[in-house]
C-alpha cells in the first residue's frame, strides 16, 4: 500500500455469518498507506484468506474481536501460530471485550504456546480509542462503541485525519511557484501569499481531510449506541443476518435485516453501506434479495462477498 497515494484498502476475507457454508465466517482487513494493517475479526481459516490474498499475518498490528462467539474468533489462535512459525518478535495487539481477552488469554495457556512474541490485551469497554501509526502529519484512530448482540459485543470505527498538501498543478493555476512561503490571512477564507491573494480552500488540494469506517460486528436494532457512533462516516460494515420475513427471529438471535441496515445509515448520513455476515441459509444469488430490501432505503448499497476489495481515496 505504501507508495500508491494516500490511500485505504478494505478486503473482505469473510462475509458470512456462524455456519459457513456458501460464505466464510467474518474477517476484513484494512490497510493503509502508512502500512497499518488492522483485522477486524477473525472466523475460521482466516490465516489461509490473508495468505491467498498476498497479505502475511505477521504485517497485522492490531486483531480487532467485536466478542467472543465463534464465528469471530476461531481463526484466532491458528493465525498467532503462524505469525509465530513466522517468526515473529514485534508486540501484536488485541482489542475485544474483557470475555473475549479471557478466551484468547487461555486458548493461548491451554496450548502452552509460545509464540515468541508478545500478546498485549487491549480491554474495549465504553468508548475509547487507540493510536495506530501515522505518517507525514496523517494520523488514524481506531475507536469502539457497545453494539445490541444477544452477549457482550463491541463495533470499531476507523477515523483517518489527513495533513493538507499541496499540489503543484492547482498552485500553478493560482500563479504561485512551489513554497516554501507563508500565507498571512486576510480575512476569513482569504490569504496573501507571494502578494497575492488567495481562497485558502484554493490552497488546500487534498479534501475531504478526513474519512472513516465503521464496522458493526453483530447486533440488533434498535441500538442507540451504534447510532450515536457511526454518525457521517464514509463506509459503514453493517451485519445483515437475516432478511425482513425473519425480522422477530434476527431480533431474538440479536441480529439485524438489511432494511434497519439500511435505516440506520440513512438517519446516521453514512455515505456507502456495505452489508455482510449473510445467514448460510441464503445460496448464492438467494442473498441479492437482502441487497435489494436495503437498497428500497438506501440506494447506495453494496453486499460484501468473499474476497471483495473496495479502495478509498480522499
Ligand atoms: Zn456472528
Ligand atoms: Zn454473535
Known amino acids: 500500500m505504501r507508495g500508491r497515494g494516500r490511500r485505504v484498502e478494505i478486503l473482505v476475507l469473510g462475509s458470512g455469518g456462524a455456519v459457513p457454508r456458501v460464505r466464510r465466517q467474518p474477517s476484513i482487513l484494512v490497510r493503509d498507506w502508512m502500512g497499518n494493517h488492522v483485522l477486524l475479526d477473525a472466523g475460521e481459516g482466516v490465516q489461509m484468506w490473508l495468505m491467498k490474498a498476498g497479505v502475511s499475518p505477521s504485517r497485522l498490528d492490531i486483531v480487532a474481536v467485536t466478542h467472543p462467539h465463534g464465528d469471530h474468533v476461531n481463526g484466532l489462535a491458528g493465525l498467532l501460530m503462524t505469525m509465530s512459525l513466522e517468526g515473529r ?39 475509547s480509542y487507540t493510536r495506530l501509526k501515522s505518517s507525514g502529519g496523517d494520523s488514524v484512530v481506531l475507536s469502539w ?26 498552485l500553478a493555476a493560482l500563479g504561485l511557484k512551489p513554497g516554501p512561503w507563508i500565507a498571512r490571512v486576510v480575512e476569513e477564507g482569504e490569504a496573501l501569499v507571494e502578494g497575492r491573494r488567495v481562497r485558502l480552500k484554493d ?42 420475513e425473519y425480522v422477530d427471529e434476527a431480533r431474538a438471535r440479536g441480529h439485524s435485516t438489511p432494511l434497519q441496515a439500511a435505516g440506520l445509515a440513512l438517519k446516521s448520513g453514512v455515505r456507502l453501506l456495505v452489508l455482510y455476515h449473510v445467514s448460510g441459509r441464503y445460496e448464492g444469488f438467494e442473498a441479492r434479495k437482502l441487497l435489494f430490501e436495503a437498497r428500497r432505503v438506501f440506494p447506495k448499497t453494496l453486499l460484501a462477498w468473499d474476497g471483495m476489495r473496495l479502495l478509498l481515496s480522499p
Open 203 to 244: 490552497l488546500a488540494s487534498t479534501l475531504p481531510m478526513s474519512f472513516s469506517i465503521a464496522y458493526t460486528g453483530d447486533t440488533m436494532h434498535p441500538c442507540p449506541t451504534i447510532e450515536e457512533a457511526v454518525r457521517g462516516v464514509d463506509v459503514l460494515i453493517h451485519e445483515a443476518t437475516l432478511g425482513g
Open 89 to 127: 518478535r514485534r508486540p501484536l495487539t488485541i482489542v475485544s471485550t474483557r470475555e473475549t481477552l479471557e478466551f484468547v488469554l487461555e486458548t493461548l495457556e491451554a496450548t502452552e504456546a509460545r509464540l515468541g512474541f508478545k500478546v498485549e490485551a487491549l480491554e474495549a469497554r465504553g468508548r
Open 145 to 170: 462503541y457497545p453494539t445490541c448482540h444477544s452477549i457482550e459485543s463491541v463495533g470499531f470505527r476507523l477515523d483517518w485525519r489527513l495533513r493538507p498538501r499541496i499540489d503543484p498543478g492547482r
